[in-house]
């Protein structure tokens, strides 16, 4: 064991080193670095932090990647624990309520004019709520149909129009689509998510049903009325009938529509890129509707918050705007995944890349986005109750899906919402 | 059992049994070979490219080992190994401490150690989290290790196993004057070859498994560990699933080789315990 | 022994035990002890004004119809799965502890799957029991219909115990083994002698010798299979209509994705408690012949 004996020069000696790393710790106090929560596959905003970190060289940025399905518990598990070494995350839009009212995300209020500029009033909206702006919107959404070239050639039947105005009904859709399966495809039709709330809120938007959630909080669960019914069993009965497959998880879903067993899909546009990859002859149209109903698509995506915790709200801030209200910033986001930037500009020359990639096939992809995003786009309910009430629909949808019947399930979750909402203080 | 050599029936059906239970870990490893698109191709009906890749792509093999997959693997095991280093002699010394040792409150302890284990370390996770963070221990092996030392499965498994060992042996041990810590090295150790093996092994698989308490306390991608790189293939809007089976794959070739070298333990039988007979 | 000495002894038992005790008992009591008991606060805590003590939670947890399936559905789950695994693992191990050629190949193809992360053994099971996949070929093959599995509210449960006892049955059947391989030759041999049939062989002389490596496994599988919860989570999500909802793939929905932490919490107090009875009736059971 060394002596114990403190020597004076000793002492001098770790004053020095302790007054050396001070003033070395003053030299870097420029260096800040920010810790980026999201769930993408690894390497997808490279580009953007590589531009970013040499235009503002006191700041670092950390990606920290989570599988999809684990973003919401790290959230939750992190903020909820006041966790201090996390500044910049990602955000689904329709959860913003739910993250700003458990006091997850910081206010950015101040960048509202800015935000409305750079994205237009439809991310706005979806990343606002009570008034207050808590997140910078990254990307967007919308749904196209999906046909099957060679399978609608066998049945003999008239391609769908990509013009908005000739807009097919559902009830002629599904037409179509049994004449397709009797002609020898494996599927007449199917929703590429089967299982989420998302694919299916367009259509009780479509007849006037509601979205499910009423009242000033949008706390009140409204799925039981004669319209939801209806609408629900009309959804049973797509998989009931053998239309579509059950049983096929959405992430294999592209590929059985790849692989030319489905004539007719309703999925994002991110699927396009999949399909092309597969060479398979495919064309795109716009959303169905139901007739005596109105034309209505799904929206939202993406955004990013900053946490309250956060010890460098401005730089957190100067690299999410950077992201999402900067035309090449976006650009760059967007590089590596198939989302459609919230950014308007950056969005034009994105969609008409996407035109482009797929020949004849995609040719109508920058203008039925462009049209949907425009006039038919409804963001999901904004209620702090959201996140739970994603999740149990989604149960619901899967168990239809499967064969349960109607009436029970939607007064099933109807009880498992009021119990939930309940909990919520 | 007896001498004879086993009939040629047995022989076959253990073949059988084996290759079945491998046939999902094969089909995912030659995943990886094919095109993206080629995945499920070919499920139903049945046929002989079901087994092996139609067409054949290096692409997705090279995309896992030149990408951060790798290290999520060395990862895994970097960790694993430690938690084997440090976990099986922790656990071994309180199984030790439960047979041999007499003291007041043994049996209260030992309640007290199975209620422990009977925890189930998912539902602990969060408040667990809340204590390292506090600790500064995020984004650290020192973080990704700590959980999985005290195992009271393994503690359990070792007590068990000490108690076969004879009284004799250890008086014996103790009039030659060794102390408790001579006992435990040099009488009760070298006898317990299997529960070290099955200790580690339920140590092992605790810790290659591990997914949500990885996740949570080692988010950079830097710290991630096998199990939380492979769902990292699991995007919001497309798996890649080649990658992921493969990845899978590979990430069970290293405890395949360490436990077929293992087996040579299992084999040896046991010809003198002292007082088995 | 004089009296100082034995004092002296029991000292020494004393601190030895310390030292060999220590480094565990601090790892459980940091890593299990501390959070349990802060969860088990957060299940009983209640802020604001009043009595600060509530058992409000487990009142909600008792009324909620979902709960109480849950725990319907782990218990017939527990029912079910446990013989069924250890009888799979005896009878493997009985068949992988003789000399075969290449057994140590064998015995590490069948532990395999336990290495693979459930995650992904879900994913690939979950393929296997599509609609349109390999099993519903077989199926074809043998001229049988072909089944929903997973969509079937019937069905989603005994499929998940399928893709339990192909992941864990090789884990088991090797802890069996290292027991069978402990039994000496000579009382087979002798038994032999006197004439005792393979069978009786297995019921006076395997049985009992493996009857303390039976006991850790019943109660070690039993405890994993109560903690079961990703290939629910990934597969059915505890569907179709909650037929296959085992209790910590509830405590995991309301704790991480409803975001209740203190449903959750409760609800971890409830599975823990049954564990505790459930295993201290096994260990009741064990304690027959041998001290477990």
């Known amino acids: ?425 | 059992m007896s001498e004879r050599r086993p009939p040629l029936a047995l022989f076959l059906l253990a073949v059988a049994l084996a290759l079945s239970a491998m046939l999902p870990i094969w089909w995912a490893a030659i995943s990886a070979l094919r095109p993206s698109e080629e995945v499920f191709r070919y499920l139903s009906p049945i046929s002989v490219w079901s087994l092996w890749p139609r067409h054949v792509t290096l692409a997705n093999v090279h995309a896992l080992l030149t990408g951060s997959f790798m290290r999520a693997l060395c990862n895994s095991m970097l960790v694993t190994s430690l938690t084997l280093l440090i976990g099986l002699p922790l656990c071994a010394s309180a199984g030790f401490a439960f047979t041999a040792l007499r003291f007041p409150g043994r049996s209260v302890l030992f309640a007290i150690m199975v209620v422990g284990f009977l925890v189930p370390f998912d539902s602990v996770s969060l408040p667990l989290l809340q204590m390292f963070q506090v600790a500064g221990l995020q984004n650290s092996y020192v973080g990704l290790l700590l959980p999985a030392l005290g195992n009271g499965l393994a503690m359990f498994l070792f007590r068990q196993f000490f108690l076969t060992v004879p009284d004799e042996l250890r008086e014996a041990a103790m009039i030659d004057g060794l102390g408790w810590f001579g006992i435990f090295v040099r009488i009760y150790l070298p006898l317990s070859k299997r529960a070290i093996i099955a200790a580690g092994m339920i140590l092992f698989v605790f810790q290659w498994q591990a997914y949500l308490w990885p996740l949570l306390i080692a988010p950079s991608p830097d710290y991630h560990v096998a199990s939380v790189a492979i769902a990292q293939f699991a995007g919001q809007l497309d798996v890649d699933y080649a990658q992921m089976l493969g990845g899978a794959a590979l990430a069970a070739l290293p405890p395949m080789i360490v436990l077929l070298f293992l087996q040579r333990y299992f084999t040896s039988s046991i010809a003198a315990t002292g007082g088995k007979e | 022994m004089p009296r100082w000495r034995r004092a002296l002894r029991r000292h020494d038992q004393w601190v030895a035990a310390a030292c060999f005790l220590v480094p565990a008992m601090l790892a459980v009591a940091f890593l299990r002890f501390m959070p349990a008991v802060l969860a088990v606060w957060e299940a009983i805590h209640v802020a604001g004004p009043g009595w600060p003590i509530s058992l409000r939670n487990f009142h909600f947890l008792f009324t909620d119809p979902d709960f109480i399936q849950a725990l319907r559905v782990t218990l017939l789950f527990s029912l079910v799965v446990n013989p069924l695994q250890i009888t799979m693992a005896l009878g493997l191990a009985l068949l992988l502890s003789r000399s075969l050629p290449l057994v140590g190949v064998w015995r590490t193809l069948i532990l395999l799957p336990v290495a693979i992360p459930q995650s992904v053994s879900a994913v690939i099971m979950g393929v296997v029991f599509r609609p349109d996949g390999p099993a519903n070929a077989i199926l074809a093959m043998l001229r049988l219909p072909p089944q929903p599995f997973l969509t079937s509210p019937l069905q989603a449960l005994p499929v998940i115990i399928l893709i339990l006892c192909w992941i864990g049955v090789g884990y088991w059947m090797t802890f069996l083994i290292a027991g069978l391989k402990e039994i000496p030759r000579a009382l087979y041999e002798a038994a032999e002698i006197d004439g005792a049939s393979g069978w009786q062989r297995f019921l006076h002389i395997t049985l009992p010798q493996l009857q303390r490596q039976l006991a850790f496994v019943l109660v070690a599988d039993t405890i994993a299979n109560f903690l079961i919860f990703a290939p629910v989570q990934i597969l059915t999500q505890g569907g179709p209509e909650g037929s296959s909802n085992l209790i910590m793939n509830d405590i995991y929905t309301r704790g991480f994705l409803y975001g209740d932490p203190t449903g959750a919490a409760a609800e971890t107090v409830v599975l823990v408690s049954v564990m505790l009875v459930i295993v201290s009736i096994q260990f009741r059971l064990m304690q027959g012949r041998h001290s477990v």
């Open chain 1, 1 to 425: 064991m060394p002596p114990r004996t403190k020597s004076l020069r000793r002492r001098v000696l770790l004053a020095s080193i302790v007054g050396a790393t001070a003033v070395g710790r003053v030299g870097h106090a420029e260096t800040v670095t920010l810790t980026f929560l999201n769930s993408q596959p690894d390497h997808t905003f490279d580009a953007a932090i590589a531009e970013f970190q040499t235009a503002n060289p006191g700041i670092v940025i950390q990606p920290q990647q989570v599988p999809y399905a684990q973003l919401n518990a790290q959230i939750q598990a992190r903020l909820g624990s006041k966790d201090p070494s996390l500044d910049v995350f990602a955000v689904d839009e329709p959860r913003v309520p739910t993250y700003a009212a458990r006091g997850y995300l910081a206010d950015l209020s101040a960048y509202r004019d800015a935000t409305l500029a750079a994205a237009g009033p439809g991310a706005l909206r979806a990343t606002t709520w009570n008034g207050k702006l808590w997140t910078f919107p990254l990307w967007t959404t919308t749904q196209f149909l999906y046909y099957n070239v060679e399978l609608l050639k066998k049945a003999g039947l008239q391609p769908p129009s990509a013009d908005p105005a000739k807009r097919m009904t559902w009830e002629r859709l599904l037409d179509q689509a049994r004449k397709a399966q009797t002609a020898g495809a494996k599927w007449g039709f199917a929703f590429d998510q089967p299982d989420r709330y998302y694919e299916f809120q367009p259509l009780y938007e479509s007849v006037g049903a509601g979205p499910g959630l009423t009242g000033p909080d949008m706390l009140t669960p409204a799925i039981t009325s004669p319209a939801w019914v209806k609408v629900t069993e009309w959804f049973r009965d797509i998989y009931a009938s053998g239309l579509a497959p059950r049983g096929i998880p959405y992430e294999q879903m592209a590929d059985l529509f790849a692989s030319g067993q489905i004539a007719y899909m309703v999925g994002g546009p991110w699927q396009a890129a999949v399909i092309v990859r597969a060479h398979l002859p495919f064309g795109l149209a716009p959303e169905p509707y139901f007739a005596n109903g109105k034309p209505v698509t799904p929206t939202d995506s993406w955004a990013l918050g900053i946490s309250p915790y956060s010890q460098h709200r401005d730089a957190a801030v100067k690299f999410t705007s950077f992201l999402t209200l900067d035309a090449h910033g976006s650009q760059l986001a967007a590089s590596k995944v198939p989302q459609i930037p919230a950014n308007l500009a950056a969005a034009q020359a994105y969609l008409k890349v996407q035109s482009a990639s797929g020949g004849e096939w995609t040719a109508a992809f920058a203008d039925l986005v462009t049209y949907e995003l425009a006039h038919t786009a409804v963001s999901r309910p904004r209620s702090k109750g959201y996140v739970q009430f994603e999740e149990i629909m989604n149960k619901m949808y899967s168990d239809i899906r499967n064969g349960a019947e109607v009436a029970p399930a939607l007064k099933r979750a109807d009880a498992q919402l009021r119990a939930v909402f309940a909990r919520i203080e």
